[in-house]
């Protein structure tokens, strides 16, 4: 029991989403162990007593257990036998396995397949409503000629709520599905994603694709609405948007790239109307008159409201669009006075002037951002290792820096307290290891030889093509406990049968061995068949959510095998080796 919970342990030090998503499997595995702990102990004993009775049968009488036991003997004599040949394999297998996880890609968390997809495509700030209400119509009819898609709908600005506080110019198109069964032949949602970003080539937008779900938590964690993005920190708006364009440059060249866009945050349109005061003074006016006038010609007032059973339609009141389209127009708007109506251009000047649209600042600093969606065969850390190669030429004034942000400060977060608390794991789990078997040589085998039963959830997730995440990682936590529980239950059947030794000779030593491992094959290849039982029906389901489930349940599936393997052979013919020494000294 102790041993899982500490395995547990570093996911209950994850915070963030990542320790929400994860803390109940911890608290749902560690109480259970709790549970049956308390009934193997107390309540298992007495129904024995009531259940068991009569004539009890033999374990080598058992039709499985005899088949298993026959299979099993002759390859433990064999290892015995090239016991040095066993060791070479056992190292042969684990610098492999060094190898194969040096080659892992890295994510912070697999992407979960939500069934719905949101287009987010990236416009110039400055676009009005009647241009976004085009856009949002163009590229909806685009996507609703898929004919997988069901329903299209799209949004421009923001939604009547203080908490959405988006403009005109970004764009939110949800897409919703058919049945799967009713697709196209061979179409899945990667290739209708790569299908839709290339007949989506509409001028002025870059597209990115993102899950509602998944967009939302992004944007609220960090500001940035693709999986991946760089924040660039300075004082100088104009300077950050020059460094960010050539950022944006060098990685949309980059082969990885879907998608790359740099923040226009210079590419606001103002009006500017500067009145003259000794003007108005001439004509007994002040600045609101004017202001008031051009709000209400310009801005509208709202008067009333039409109301249409429940619906409601603001009824405003502004000039004609001919009065109001350019500055020439302004200029001869009328302007009550003391001596009648004069035209704007006498009191005031007007120009348009190009300026930031949106100031954002974090850290004391003002931000650009660059907005990058990588395509689906490269992980965010390929992504980002490469791209640092790319930007590392890259001369930043004085005072001025950029840093990754989106899933990649996620997962640098992640593995940065993953990296503090796994060694005080692994100190803890072999104190207890020591406290179950009082006996340093025997710890120290176990404790050395646990990477083994690693190998095979890495060799595991390097055949399905996983990347490495933090869900690989829980996999892997909890297979470290289920590991060194069965390999004590082995050792300490060996330490019996040796102990029980009548003649210390080497063919007594085999015998012993024999004894502790063979006979005790049921409740080792019982722990591993319910274990794989319960797992093996993970990795063929495809409903929303189990790509973190099989992320999860990967690594002790194939770690499960290879702790087989370790407990039912290399311990006993490490154990064979150290004893023989001791028998000779």
Do not use: C
Not at 523 to 532: C, D, G, R, S, Y
């Amino acid at each position: 029991l102790l041993l899982v919970v500490v395995s547990f342990l570093p996911i209950f030090a994850l915070s963030g989403q990542e320790g929400k998503l994860f803390s109940p499997l911890a608290f749902t595995k560690t109480f259970a162990m709790l549970g049956g702990a308390i009934l193997s102990i107390t309540l298992v004993p007495i129904l024995m007593i009531y259940f068991i009775k009569g004539k009890i049968i033999k374990e080598n009488k058992n039709i499985l257990n005899s088949f298993f036991i026959k299979i099993y003997s002759p390859l433990l004599k064999l290892s015995l036998k090239l016991k040095y040949l066993v060791i070479t394999i056992f190292f042969a297998i684990l610098v492999f396995a060094i190898y194969t996880y040096s080659k892992q890609k890295w994510e912070f968390m697999p992407t979960l397949n939500e069934a719905t997809f949101m287009y987010m495509p990236i416009t110039p700030y400055g676009i009005g409503a009647d241009l976004a209400k085009e856009l949002s119509q163009k590229t909806n009819m685009v996507i609703k000629s898929f004919p997988e898609v069901q329903t299209v709908f799209a949004k421009a600005g923001r939604a009547v709520t203080a908490t959405d506080p988006a403009p005109l110019a970004m764009l939110e198109t949800i897409i919703t599905f058919k049945p799967q069964d009713e697709w196209r032949e061979g179409m899945t949602y990667k290739k209708l994603i790569e299908e839709m970003d290339k007949k989506l080539q509409v001028k002025g937008l870059i597209n990115t694709w993102t899950y509602p779900i998944k967009g939302r938590i992004d944007m609220l964690l960090t500001g940035i609405r693709t999986p991946l993005g760089i924040k660039l920190y300075g004082k100088d708006l104009q300077v950050l948007q020059e460094e960010s364009s050539k950022i944006e440059n060098i990685l949309k060249k980059y082969e990885g790239s879907m998608s790359v866009s740099a923040d226009k945050i210079n590419q606001g349109y103002y009006l500017n109307i500067k009145i003259d005061d000794e003007k108005i003074s001439r004509y007994n006016i002040s600045r609101n008159t004017i202001l008031e006038t051009l709000s209400l010609g310009v801005g509208a007032e709202q008067l009333t409201l039409f109301l249409d059973n429940l619906e409601r339609y603001p009824i405003s009141l502004r000039y004609e669009s001919k009065q109001r389209e350019d500055i020439k127009a302004l200029e001869n708007l009328q302007i009550k006075t003391d001596l009648g109506f004069k035209p704007l251009k006498t009191f005031a000047t007007l120009n348009y002037e190009e300026s930031p649209s949106i100031i954002q600042s974090e850290k004391a600093l003002k931000v650009a951002y660059v907005y990058i969606s990588p395509k689906a065969s490269y992980s965010i850390q390929q992504y980002k290792e490469d791209a640092n190669v790319l930007l590392k030429d890259i001369k930043l004034p004085d005072g001025y820096y950029f840093e990754w942000s989106g899933q990649s400060e996620f997962l640098e977060q992640a593995i940065n307290k993953l990296s503090f608390i796994i060694p005080i794991v692994l100190m803890f789990i072999f104190i207890l290891i020591y406290m179950a078997l009082k006996n340093l040589k025997y710890t120290l085998i176990i404790f050395l030889t646990l990477p083994f039963a690693l190998s095979g959830g890495i060799f595991y997730i390097d055949i399905l093509g996983f990347n490495m995440s933090i869900a690989v990682i829980v996999g892997f936590m909890a297979l470290l406990g289920v590991a060194a529980e069965t390999s004590i239950v082995m050792m300490l059947y060996l330490d019996d049968a040796y102990k029980n030794m009548k003649d210390k000779t080497i063919e007594a030593l085999k015998e012993a061995i024999y004894h502790g491992a063979v006979l005790r094959l049921r409740p080792k290849l019982m722990t591993l068949f319910a274990i794989l039982g319960g797992l093996i029906p993970i990795m063929y389901i495809s409903s929303v959510g189990s790509e973190v489930m099989q992320r999860v349940a990967a690594p002790m599936i194939g770690g499960m095998i290879s702790s087989a393997f370790l407990t039912l052979f290399i311990i006993p013919t490490i154990f064979y080796l150290v004893m023989i020494r001791k028998l000779n000294d």
